[in-house]
Each structure stands twice: as structure tokens, then as C-alpha cells.
Nanobody
Framework: VQLQASGGGLVTAGGTLRLSCAASGLTFRAKTLGWFRQAPGKEREFVAASTRSGGTLYSDSVKGRFTVSRDNAKNTASLQMNSLKPEDTAVYYC???????????????????WGQGTQVTVSS
């Protein structure tokens, strides 16, 4: 199983980026797809998730600015990031949860598979 996150880059505050996640070796159908990020010196934190039941979850820090989506037919997921702030700077990871339940999707431990991460840098 491999997850490939892409789309990161350098953007000025207020700008936008769209991250993508593609999978090989598993299908996204009936699975929860999560996005996490880790800034230097900080712990990995939950950003957003597209749940297997069709719902979405967001952290308070990105709600209203980020949108998570998925295309099960293409086996891809996306994270549209608008109104970016310098504090959004981090390495962003996509992840897949097969056995997790709704109450655990904000926790990294609920995800069995992880991509390699893509760097997002927001300058002020």
C-alpha cells in the first residue's frame, strides 16, 4: 500500500493551495481519509477527514477555510486550502483508516496507512 501526497509549495498569506492524495494497493471506497500536519517542533495534528459514511470533519483551526473531498472512482482525495495563514505552515500527510470509528478519526492512531507528506509553507 502506498499513499502519495502532492501539491504542497510556498504561498503568501491569504493564498490557496490544493493538496492531493493518491493511493495504490488499496481503494478509498468505504474507508475514512484523513489529513494531518506537523510543524517543526510540534506534534502531528488533525486537520480534516472525509469519513467512510460520507461526512467531513475539520479541526477548529481550519474550519471554514479548508475543504476535504474525495473521488472514490479515481481513488484520490483532495484538501483545498484557502485563506492560508503562516501558522498553516507544516508538512501535510494524508492517511487512511480502515478500522477506526467516528470518535477516533481526529486521532492519528486510528489510521493504518500514511503518505510521505508534502511541505506547505505560508509566508507572511
Amino acid at each position: 500500500v502506498q499513499l502519495q501526497a502532492s501539491g504542497g509549495g510556498l504561498v503568501t498569506a491569504g493564498g490557496t493551495l490544493r493538496l492531493s492524495c493518491a493511493a495504490s494497493g488499496l481503494t478509498f471506497r468505504a474507508k475514512t481519509l484523513g489529513w494531518f500536519r506537523q510543524a517543526p517542533g510540534k506534534e502531528r495534528e488533525f486537520v480534516a477527514a472525509s469519513t467512510r459514511s460520507g461526512g467531513t470533519l475539520y479541526s477548529d483551526s481550519v474550519k471554514g477555510r479548508f475543504t476535504v473531498s474525495r473521488d472514490n472512482a479515481k481513488n484520490t482525495a483532495s484538501l483545498q486550502m484557502n485563506s492560508l495563514k503562516p501558522e498553516d505552515t507544516a508538512v501535510y500527510y494524508c492517511a487512511v483508516s480502515i478500522r477506526g470509528i467516528l470518535s477516533t478519526f481526529r486521532n492519528s492512531g486510528a489510521y493504518e496507512y500514511w503518505g510521505q507528506g508534502t511541505q506547505v509553507t505560508v509566508s507572511s
